[in-house]
């Protein structure tokens, strides 16, 4: 599985609502790629810090797709606005994992 952390810079003020509307509406896009396994918005604990995301894929190659499609440059260009600053991606290969059963 490939594993991609964005690290999103300050929103601008008063967007934080819109951010979190493009988020999802955003997944909604993206889940349809192939490869496509998740994708969440995290929150900082305690009101400090900004906003990440863990994006999952089959692969690196699945992701990449997706991320240089037309699609997800439509996608960034209703985001960039609300954003004060670019998102810093971490890119990850998962070696080992568990997931409890519920």
Same mark, same amino acid.
């Given at each position: ?14 967007? !934080?609502?819109?951010?979190? #509307? /493009? ?10 790629? !192939? ?8 929150? &900082? ?6 906003? %990440? %995301? ?20 439509? %996608? /960034?260009?209703?985001?960039? &606005?609300?954003?004060?600053? %670019? &998102?810093?991606?971490?890119?990850? !290969? ?5 997931? #409890? #059963?519920?």
């Amino acid at each position: 599985m490939f594993v991609n952390i964005v690290e999103f810079p300050p929103i601008k003020k008063g967007k !934080d609502g819109d951010f979190r #509307k /493009w988020f999802e509406w955003s997944n909604s896009v993206y889940e349809n790629f !192939d490869g496509f396994i998740s994708r969440r918005l995290l929150k &900082p604990t305690k009101g400090k810090g900004n906003y %990440a %995301a863990i994006v999952e894929h089959d692969t690196e190659e699945t992701f990449m797709a997706m991320h240089l499609s037309e699609v997800r440059q439509k %996608a /960034w260009n209703k985001v960039e &606005p609300l954003l004060d600053g %670019a &998102p810093t991606p971490h890119f990850y !290969d998962v070696i080992i994992t568990t997931e #409890k #059963k519920r």
